[in-house]
Structure formats: C-alpha cells, structure tokens
C-alpha cells in the first residue's frame, strides 16, 4: 500500500495499492484507493482513453456534476470524460479503480459501454443489481492481493460469454494506441480495405466515440503525461504529432479548462505514476506491487486475416 498521492498544499489525499499481476485480459489494469476523507471537493477529472469504473465499497461517495446531475455510489466513467465533480459527501472509503480499454469494455460491459458517451454515471445503470453485488463481494475480501484477483475473474467470465467488436474496429483500436493517435484515418480505413465512412460508423457503434475523437484523445494522453515528467511543451508538442506549440495549448485547454502549465498540478494526473504505471519507462509487470502497466501498449496487431 502507497501513501504518497499529493493534492493541493501537499496534503496526501489516498493510499494506493496495486496488483503484482497484470490482467489475464490484455487492456484491463487496475489499481486499490483507499480514501482518508479529505478528497477535495472540487475533483477534476483527466480525460483518459478508457472506460474507467470506480467499485466503492466500505464509505459512500455522492457527487454533482456543473449540470447538477447527481451520482451516488459507484461509477463508470467514459473516454474523454473530464468535468469537476463537485463533492456532496465523500466518507472516507475503499474503491477498487478498473480502466478498460474500449475494446474490452464493449464486451465486459455490453452495448451499454458504447452509449456513455462523454459522461460519467452510475454503475448500477449498467449492470442493475449486479453491480451491487459486485461491491458487497468486494467488501468481504480482506485483502488487495484477493480483491484483484476476484475482479480479474470477474471480468474475464463476461469477456468469455459476450460477442467481441468487429476484428477490423479492435485492429483500428489497437494501431491508434501503438502509433500514439498519430495514425491518419483514411490510412486506416485504406488498409482494412474499407470506406472512411464505414470505418467511423463502425467504430463510434461499437466503441461509442467516432475513431477521430478516440486518436485525438490518445494522443492527448501521451501529451499531458509528458508534461507532467517534465518535459517542455515545445518538445511535446514537436513529438506527439501536434502543427505547434499552441495546437498543443488548445488541446490542453479544450480537454481540461487548464494550461499545459497548471495541468501537471492536478491529483488525478499525480496518481497515474504510481497506480498506472506513467511513465512508460517504469513499466516492470509481473514484478512490482507498485506498477500496474499501461492498457494496450502491447504493440500493433497484425491486420485482420493475415
């Protein structure tokens, strides 16, 4: 269990804790928060290119977002959704944090996954009771080791019953995340031997975000953790496929209402050190508590039919 997760002030907001083993599913990592009670109440979300559930159990978390849209409980929250979520009441709490790779979530959590969107909402409006039970089960786990372990299951029994997407959108998926969302969409398109158009109606029903928006979003993730391990925007910028130094900026902006400057500052971009694995140099599976891994930086897979 880790201690050292800062927020504002250097106050430290959560305990960490994360698996020794990476998923039996490639795209699946997960890591263990343990809550002191003083999260802060204006939370900002990092836009991520996953689909990320929180499993709360033992505390209760109730948030509002700037609509007034209230969630309690656990949640399962989209690719690119990034709002602060306002605190009505966090206690202190353990939750269990999984991120899916889209691919993966079209399975786990069925069609559903595909209709998020950008928002965030309960994970009982997905699973109905199931998701209950999930959290009970949690919460009668004594230990971290056994709470991955059992989710891990959890999720490798859906994967094994749903329909997987098309090969064609999950080879798509894959070669945006290993080419760091800099891979032309007509290029891809020209490879499967489909059509723009198919490519984007079949990507956005399948994962719920057209295959423009999901590259950008990726690319946007390799930016902001870069800048958070120090390097400079201009460098960035030059390495992550951006015209210049303000497109950057804009993206930045456009994704989280801050500057590349005062981005780096925020919790939830401090946690992904330790609970995910960033930077990609520090990635040791199979070794350390202390990482995780990254999802679906396993390299490109090979075209469909080869």
Same mark, same amino acid.
């Given at each position: 269990?880790?201690?050292?997760?800062? @927020?504002?002030?250097?106050?430290?907001?959560?305990?960490?804790?994360?698996?020794?083993?990476?998923?039996?599913?490639?795209?699946?990592?997960?890591? %263990?928060?343990?809550?002191?009670?003083?999260?802060?109440?204006?939370?900002?979300?990092?836009?991520?290119?996953?689909?990320?559930?929180?499993?709360?159990? @033992? @505390? +209760?978390?109730?948030?509002?977002?700037?609509?007034?849209?209230?969630?309690?409980?656990?949640?399962?929250?989209?690719?690119?959704? =990034? $709002?602060?979520?306002?605190?009505?009441?966090?206690?202190?709490? /353990?939750?269990?944090?999984?991120?899916? +790779?889209?691919?993966? !979530?079209? !399975?786990?959590?069925?069609?559903? !996954?595909?209709?998020? =969107?950008?928002?965030?909402?309960?994970?009982?409006?997905?699973?109905?009771?199931?998701?209950?039970?999930?959290?009970?089960?949690?919460?009668?786990?004594? +230990?971290? +080791? /056994?709470?991955?372990?059992?989710?891990?299951?959890?999720?490798?029994?859906?994967?094994?019953?749903?329909?997987?997407?098309?090969? $064609?959108?999950?080879?798509?998926?894959?070669?945006?995340?290993?080419?760091?969302?800099?891979?032309?969409?007509?290029?891809?398109?020209?490879?499967?031997?489909?059509?723009? *158009?198919?490519?984007?109606?079949?990507?956005?029903?399948?994962?719920?975000?057209?295959?423009?928006?999901?590259? *950008?979003?990726?690319?946007?993730?390799?930016?902001?953790?870069?800048?958070?391990?120090?390097?400079?925007?201009?460098?960035?910028?030059? $390495? %992550?496929?951006?015209?210049?130094?303000?497109?950057?900026?804009?993206?930045?902006?456009?994704?989280?209402?801050?500057?590349?400057?005062?981005?780096?500052?925020?919790?939830?971009?401090?946690?992904? /050190?330790?609970? #995910? @694995? #960033?930077?990609?140099?520090?990635?040791?599976?199979?070794?350390?508590?202390?990482?995780? =891994?990254?999802? %679906?930086?396993?390299?490109?897979?090979?075209?469909?039919?080869?």
């Amino acid at each position: 269990m880790r201690s050292d997760v800062a @927020g504002r002030g250097g106050v430290v907001l959560w305990d960490i804790a994360c698996p020794r083993q990476s998923s039996r599913l490639p795209g699946v990592t997960m890591a %263990g928060f343990g809550d002191r009670g003083i999260t802060p109440p204006d939370l900002r979300l990092i836009p991520h290119p996953a689909v990320t559930l929180v499993l709360v159990f @033992g @505390g +209760s978390i109730a948030l509002q977002d700037p609509a007034g849209r209230q969630r309690r409980g656990s949640l399962a929250i989209a690719p690119g959704f =990034g $709002e602060v979520l306002h605190a009505l009441r966090v206690e202190a709490f /353990d939750c269990l944090q999984v991120r899916l +790779s889209p691919v993966v !979530a079209h !399975a786990v959590l069925g069609p559903a !996954a595909a209709e998020l =969107g950008k928002s965030v909402v309960t994970l009982d409006d997905l699973l109905g009771r199931e998701a209950t039970r999930l959290c009970e089960q949690l919460d009668e786990i004594p +230990s971290w +080791s /056994d709470r991955f372990a059992w989710t891990d299951a959890w999720l490798a029994r859906r994967y094994a019953t749903a329909a997987p997407v098309y090969p $064609e959108v999950a080879w798509a998926w894959h070669r945006m995340v290993a080419g760091r969302g800099m891979d032309r969409i007509e290029e891809l398109a020209a490879e499967l031997g489909w059509s723009r *158009k198919r490519l984007w109606s079949r990507f956005q029903s399948q994962l719920g975000l057209p295959p423009k928006r999901a590259a *950008k979003l990726i690319r946007f993730d390799h930016a902001v953790h870069s800048l958070v391990a120090g390097r400079l925007p201009a460098a960035v910028a030059a $390495e %992550g496929g951006y015209t210049d130094q303000s497109h950057l900026h804009r993206d930045v902006m456009a994704y989280t209402g801050l500057t590349p400057a005062t981005v780096v500052n925020e919790p939830f971009l401090a946690v992904d /050190d330790i609970a #995910w @694995g #960033w930077p990609r140099s520090s990635h040791r599976p199979n070794r350390s508590p202390r990482v995780v =891994g990254r999802i %679906g930086l396993s390299g490109t897979p090979p075209m469909p039919g080869s």
